[in-house]
């Protein structure tokens, strides 16, 4: 039984949780403060200076558990309590069974969370709901302390105050004694360190340091009118400031050198160095060592390939206003109109293509070095990290889904496996499940994910696995024993796979077991009531409505939505949900004894802890609108920053899941290079599988992913696609970045760099604007601070309001390679120990993500997702990129995410559909960018025009796929004649067309198939999805008519024996493929129509016939791959197609009689009224 009362005014504690079981202890009362503070211990982080102390006891025995911790933080006394009650399958430990032993740093609150199902929402109460629980769950662990020496066999104790002479730059504790023996009684014979295999370095050693002199570089001679500034540059600037930092970039641009020893001439260290006296201070940095290399690096496209690429470019597009011209001044007069329509869709399509092509020419490719973010963030001689903790930032990933039926829970679980088993420091990573369909099917299926992960996770990190999502590892048909070396391997996946096969059949079973459980619950409810109305006197034979709900496993009812829809448990009416899946783990590294009886797995040397996750389910209420996915993205960044408070965000779609386990190291080293801190997100390309060799309808979208994405990484950045995108937390909230640039004049030719930690003077309005990132260390910017953080914005959490400045330190560079005018950090400030979470923060997760929290707050406005369109995605880094922030493109060589697309023609075309109609909405909104700001560089404007522009093109194009039928049929063609002219321009035009296909084939990767496959669907886009996308935009401007998209179907694995293609010869009619096949019956019967006329005229015109069949075959070859969907396997066209084509054909048809009859026919076609 489980009661929440709320906190009356008086009291200091908000919250009061009060657990009690029949029988036992009574009531026992927890309670927590309304702020939280940091417990760590580290003196350079800003969360430091509080002290804690605490106490911790358990109890067993009676009917109940209890476990209390008691802990002074500054003047506050807060203690806590839990009972947990014994049920039959959560015995108490009694007699000779104790618990297993709590570490002294396991928070006090990790059962009591683990165990608890929080709900919450508009006019309802806060509830804590318990769940059973097991003390099995976690394996038992022995781990050494730390003040015993790390030999085997060994319990000497350290030394303390002299350990720094006895310990190797890796960590490994060990004793004086050991130390002797192991480096040959420290007359440097060549020990080497038991822990990591390495010799012991000597500081007294002169062999050392002649090896090393041997590695520097010769100095820089002396020449005589030329001095070495504090930056080193040969070329002395007026400009320079003696006491600014080493500026990199200008060095390496006027000696033409490049980063890395060996590269560049550097003197030897102790050589004096422009006006300092002490030949210690001046030193230039030691490039030779590796964390001071850079982390990224870009690379050019060969001047053999661009600049051909951009002469054709200017080339075409003379060729183009050539071609124009000539057509505007060589009119049809025989066929007017028809000249008219040809020359203004070739207009449309020229200003189309230049629109498409300028965001091109510039194109770059990028490389990370993962070596160097090891040395820089993981070294074990930085301050801190001999403990084990890392330096890098924390991770909050953000997985989405709706709708259990359409993506299937099993495709969503392993997603979450590959997320748990990423190669990223443990204790950083926190992962956030949406569920805005609130179903039992997905939580039990993350319930089931995460009991799986304790033998999945620790599998993938002993035998370094790819991909690491267990129905893609499993289904690989390449060899699974190649570089395998350790002998157990084939042993442990043997074990591994048959139990994900056992995992695979609960998964799927849920629906069923969930629905047999639940009527068996209802029924018994039932009975009950009957039983009750009996006792009360009344008739048996008279109806009793019960509720029909939904139970979990435990026998309560489900909080969610109900298979029956009931009122307060439907999928747009049900409570808030948060239920920690897996509680935070240790600092400390975690590992195995051994072959662990209940997994298997010899776990020895293997890091066993699983990262944080949890389910959160948004409050959805009838009477409040709820912005679909953005709604639930900006629930989980708000629950996310009281909860983890990741200084960086990761979203992915329930079916995109990790390919590659380093891809969060990728996406790290290029926030954490320098001039990272202006760089608001870094996108990855988009790869799917499952999809049909041939790609029939350009599922894989390569040209987009591998030409138009890198093109923009040239100018201001690649946009945000919706998924696979790791996010800056500071810029999501609205902030502007520390530095920008706004580009002025004609084409943003004159730029004016400035700097965004101190406001600007300026109108208010202006002012008001613009949101200064908050500095911590600042004291002098509270108040900016304070008018940035107003309830207004960000709503009155305080929990919220207080984690924006830490998650802002979070994503600082470190103090070496920071900005100019940017704010730093020391080495070592982050390897901390995360902030345990009590319930008092879960409660005020639960408030955050209610449906009535964003009202008069700018969430969805400025703060977090956009609302407003379809394409919510375009819109968020649109925002971002008109602040000033830049965006990154990150192509790895190993795929980062993979996941689905829909193969089926029907599902793609309403893919597309609800794609374009979303840039429709950015074209009628002020997120058009005409009205950009000046701080977004002019291609990249350009490019985000271009977006919501494309669907216009669709008006233009069915006019044009029609003109070869119409002038087929009528004998008329687009000009007067096909003369030289006419034939030259259209074969430079088509020429030039080629050429900058084939090298941007060449410089993007992409392959000639791909290219083509995208110029198909480009047609099929442009004659089906595109003109409704234009209609349903105009509808929802003009009249407020506002269209719902249902969600694209996830495909699940197919299983042995099935077809993996099955669904692409699915054939499902929608009115979207009407105009398609209406544009190949007129063309066909065009064709026929004209070869049977000019065969049997008196004076054939064989040059019209041919300029109208070859414009034909130009249209029907590009909407072949459509027809051949229409075919099915087994080449039939449903009869409605038929029948609506047809019907338009001969409307169209007779459309053409009447406007040109055949000659000697005049007098049939007059009709007048007697």
């Known amino acids: 039984m489980v009661l929440m009362a709320y906190d009356d005014p008086q009291s200091s504690s908000p919250v009061t949780i009060t657990v009690s079981s029949s029988g036992g202890f009574g009531n026992v009362g927890l309670s927590s403060p309304t702020r939280r503070h940091s417990v760590s211990n580290n003196t350079i982080s800003p969360l430091s200076g509080i002290e804690l102390t605490g106490n911790r006891r358990s109890s067993g025995g009676g009917n109940g558990r209890f476990l209390s911790m008691s802990k002074e933080i500054a003047d506050e006394f807060v203690g806590y309590t839990v ?169 390496l641009f006027e000696t033409n050198g490049t980063y890395g020893f060996g590269n560049a001439v550097w003197p030897r260290e102790g050589y004096e160095f422009g006006r300092g006296i002490d030949e210690h201070e001046n030193n230039p940095p030691k490039f030779n060592q590796s964390r001071n290399r850079p982390l990224t690096r ?26 124009l011209m000539w057509r505007i001044s060589h009119p049809n007069h025989d066929a007017m109109w028809l000249w008219v329509m040809s020359v203004v869709c070739e207009v449309w399509f020229a200003l189309s293509w230049i629109l498409d092509q300028l965001p091109k020419i510039c194109p770059v490719n990028r490389v990370t070095d993962l070596s160097v973010l090891k040395d820089r963030y993981d070294s074990s001689d930085l301050n801190n990290l001999s403990k084990g903790l890392s330096d890098l930032p924390g991770i909050d990933i953000f997985v989405s889904t709706a709708d259990h039926e359409k993506e299937p829970p099993l495709v969503t679980a392993n997603t979450i496996l590959s997320i748990l088993a990423v190669d990223y420091p443990v204790e950083k990573l926190a992962c956030y499940l949406s569920d805005d369909g609130g179903s039992l099917v997905t939580f039990e299926a993350i319930a089931e994910a995460a009991s799986f992960a304790r033998i999945w996770v620790p599998f993938c990190r002993k035998h370094k696995l790819e991909p690491r999502n267990p129905e893609a590892y499993f289904s690989q048909k390449r060899d699974p024993l190649k570089n395998k070396v350790r002998v157990d391997f084939v042993r442990e996946r043997r074990r591994v796979k048959r139990e994900y096969d056992e995992f695979k059949v609960r ?106 996750l949890v389910y959160v389910s948004r409050e959805k209420r009838p009477t409040f609108e709820h912005n679909k996915k953005a709604g639930a993205m900006n629930a989980l960044v708000r629950a996310s920053a009281i909860m983890s408070n990741g200084a960086f965000i990761l979203n992915l779609d329930c079916d995109h899941y990790i390919y590659n386990s380093l891809a969060l190291r990728e996406g790290m080293c290029f926030m954490l290079d320098r001039g990272g801190d202006r760089i608001c997100y870094v996108q990855f390309p988009q790869r799917f599988e499952g999809i049909d ?15 138009n994405m890198r093109a923009l990484d ?105 900005g100019k005018g940017s704010q730093g950090r020391s080495s070592g400030s982050l390897a901390v120990q995360r902030e345990p979470i009590d319930p008092a923060a879960i409660k005020e997760a639960i408030r955050v993500i209610t449906c009535f929290y964003e009202d008069k707050t700018e969430w969805g406005k400025r703060v977090g997702w956009i609302y407003g369109s379809i394409t919510e995605d375009v819109v968020t880094g649109y925002r971002m990129h008109n602040r000033g922030w830049r965006s990154v493109y990150c192509v790895t060589k190993r795929d980062a995410f993979r996941g689905t697309a829909p193969i089926n023609l029907t599902d793609r075309l309403i893919q597309v559909l609800r794609w374009a109609t979303g840039s429709v909405e950015i074209f009628f909104s002020k997120n058009n960018a005409l009205f950009a700001s000046p701080r977004m560089k002019f291609l990249q404007r350009i490019a985000y025009f271009n977006v919501g522009m494309y669907p216009f093109t669709s008006l233009f194009l069915i006019v044009y796929c029609v003109l070869p039928a119409i002038s087929l049929f009528t004998g008329k063609f687009i000009v007067q004649s096909l003369n030289v002219t006419f034939l030259t321009l259209l074969l430079a035009i088509t020429l030039t067309l080629c050429m900058l296909a084939i090298l941007e084939i060449r410089w993007s990767g992409i392959t000639l ?27 929802k401007v003009i009249a407020g008519v506002d269209i719902s998209f249902t969600l694209t179907s996830k495909p699940a694995a197919a299983d042995d024996g099935e077809d993996e293609f099955a669904e692409l010869y699915e054939f499902r ?54 027809a051949k969907g229409l075919m099915g396997r087994k080449g039939k066209i449903p009869t409605i197609v038929y029948l609506w084509s047809m019907l338009i054909c001969i409307v169209v048809s007779l459309l053409c009689v009447y406007i040109n009859p055949p000659s000697g026919t005049q007098s049939y076609m007059s009709f007048s009224f007697p």
């Open 298 to 323: 870009k690379v050019g496209i060969s001047a053999a390939i661009i600049s051909p690429y951009r002469l054709i470019i200017v080339m075409r597009l003379a060729a183009l206003v050539c071609f």
């Open 1009 to 1035: 198939h791909d290219w083509w496959r995208n110029e198909q669907f480009w047609l099929i886009g442009g004659t089906s999805a595109h003109p409704a996308a234009v209609i349903h935009g105009l509808l």
């Open 507 to 612: 998964i799927n079973a849920l629906p069923e077991s969930i629905r047999r459980r639940s009527d068996a619950c209802n029924a018994h409810a039932e009975m009950k009531a009957k039983k009750e109305q009996m006792h009360k006197g009344g008739n048996s034979s008279d109806s009793i409505e019960v509720s029909k709900a939904t139970y979990m496993s435990d026998g309560k009812q489900w909080h969610g939505t109900w298979t029956s829809a009931e009122k307060g448990h439907s999928k747009g009416d049900h409570e808030g949900i948060i239920q920690m899946m897996l509680v935070p783990p240790k600092a400390d590294a975690v590992f195995g004894t051994g072959d662990d009886d209940e997994n298997g797995i010899d776990t020895t040397d293997v890091d066993t802890r699983l990262p944080m």
């Open 714 to 818: 040239g100018l201001q950045g690649p946009m945000y696609v919706g998924t696979g995108c790791v996010f800056r937390r500071i810029a999501l909230y609205g902030f502007s970045p520390p530095r920008a640039t706004n580009h002025i004049g004609w084409f943003g030719r004159r730029k004016i760099k400035f700097s965004l930690r101190k406001k600007k003077e300026g109108p208010k309005s202006e002012a008001d604007d613009e949101m200064i990132i908050p500095i911590m260390e600042d004291e002098d910017a509270g108040d900016e601070v304070s008018r940035s953080l107003i309830p207004e914005r960000f709503g009155d959490s305080t929990y919220l309001m207080d984690s924006i400045g830490v998650a802002e330190f979070g994503g600082r560079l470190l103090h070496n390679f920071r």
């Open 83 to 251: 009972q947990i009650p014994s049920t039959p399958d959560n015995q108490m430990f009694s007699g000779d069974s104790t618990p297993p032993e709590d570490d002294e740093n396991r928070n006090p609150n990790e059962n009591y969370l683990r165990d608890t199902v929080y709900t919450g929402g508009f006019n309802s109460e806060t509830k804590a709901h318990h769940v059973m629980s097991k003390w099995g769950e976690e394996p038992a662990i022995a781990v050494k302390s730390k003040k015993l020496c790390g030999m085997d066999g060994c319990d000497e104790k350290l030394v303390e105050g002299g350990l720094r002479n006895y310990q190797c730059e890796c960590g490994f504790k060990i004793c004086k004694d050991c130390y002797l023996e192991c480096n040959g009684n420290g007359n440097g014979d060549g020990g080497c360190c038991p822990g990591c295999k390495e010799p012991y370095k000597d500081d007294n050693s002169d062999y050392e340091r002649d090896e090393e002199a041997k590695d520097q570089p010769n100095s820089l001679p002396r020449s005589r009118g030329v001095k070495y500034g504090k930056n080193f540059s040969l070329v002395q600037s007026f400009k320079t400031h003696p006491n600014q930092d080493f500026d990199h970039t200008r060095w």
């Open 693 to 707: 060799p041939n790609d029939r309808y350009a599922n894989h979208n390569t040209v987009f992913f591998d030409v």
């Open 1069 to 1122: 009619f929608t009115v979207l493929m009407i105009p398609p096949v209406t544009i190949i019956l007129l063309n066909m019967v065009a064709i026929a129509v004209g070869v049977f006329r000019t065969m049997y005229s008196p004076f054939p015109e064989w040059s019209k016939l041919l300029g109208g069949v070859f414009f034909s075959f130009w249209v029907l070859s590009h909407l072949y791959p459509f």
